[in-house]
């Protein structure tokens, strides 16, 4: 994809994806400095608007599912560079928590209070749940939802020291299975013996086996890893204990919780 940065003698920067010839500084009215080939020194002067901006372009750039580099350049990173490597990027640069970067989203379990639309086309009814997008006010329906938040998942994922090595097979999209009710969920504890890395969607938690043939589950709600659960120590006091004990989960707060380390992935690309 190609980026263009462009820069004002008076410390204004701007970012686009259309390659203007001559572009004027919207501020001072200055003739602006066209940068196709920006280096990491001018990235890193850029601020949160072109930063937000940045990310939204680099939400379009294609990736190979297998092994998650990008396949085409994006500024400085070249194709084959591991998409979440640029992530790890952003989120050194960007002042506000990683969170609030478009595209992270938390789920309404009753909706939104409204009907709404989603991008896919599908039509989501009053209360119907839902991710909601509170940046920008965007509304998702579940499945497309599921596809968006997926990244963040997989990123948790490669972050945790366990979940990396898993090799057989590997940690991927393909490791996630979605659960419908708690009843399945349960079961798929109960039944135990799941390859490193096998992961369980149910709603919008996420449960990320971290012992191959084991019970760890490293748990994640929305975009925030809080927890690593034993579930066949919840299953000893009963179903309706674990019942309740995973609506909780559902009702566990995240809010509070500080940006995530990013320290760990960084060794690990
Ligand atoms: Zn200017
Ligand atoms: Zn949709």
């Known amino acids: 994809m190609r980026v263009g940065l462009y820069f004002c003698l008076c410390g204004e920067s701007y970012v686009s994806d259309t390659p203007f010839q001559s572009a004027s500084c919207l501020k001072c009215g200055g003739d602006l400095k066209i940068e196709l080939d920006p280096t990491m020194k001018q990235l890193s002067l850029l ?31 070249l194709p084959t560079t591991n998409r979440f490597f640029i992530w790890l990027w952003f989120a050194k640069h960007y002042s506000g928590t990683f969170a609030n970067l478009p595209g992270k989203m938390s789920w309404q379990e009753h909706g939104t209070g409204g009907e709404a639309e989603c991008e896919c086309g599908q039509l989501i009814a009053t209360g119907t749940s839902c991710f909601f997008n509170h940046k920008n006010g965007k ?3 579940e499945a497309c939802g599921k596809r968006i938040m997926m990244d963040l998942w997989l990123l948790e994922g490669y972050r945790n020291p366990w979940i990396r090595c898993a090799d057989d097979p590997p ?15 349960m079961e798929k504890f109960r039944q135990g013996n799941c390859s490193l890395g096998q992961a369980f ?51 566990y707060q995240i809010h509070y919780r500080k940006t995530p380390d990013y320290s760990i992935i960084e060794s690990f690309i």
């Open 171 to 185: 940690f991927t999209r393909d490791s996630f299975l979605v659960v419908k009710t708690i009843t399945e969920l």
């Open 139 to 141: 509304i998702f329906c």
């Open 47 to 77: 601020e949160d608007r072109q930063l937000e901006h940045l990310w939204k372009l680099f939400s379009k750039v294609t990736f190979d599912k297998n092994d998650e580099g990008i396949t085409e350049r994006f500024l400085i990173w």
């Open 201 to 251: 969607i149910y709603k919008n938690l996420v449960f990320i086996n971290q012992k191959d043939g084991g019970d760890e589950w490293l748990t994640i709600k929305d975009w925030c890893p809080f927890d690593s659960i034993s579930f066949k120590a919840v299953l000893k006091h009963g179903d309706n204990y674990t019942r309740q004990f995973i609506k909780e989960l559902l009702r």
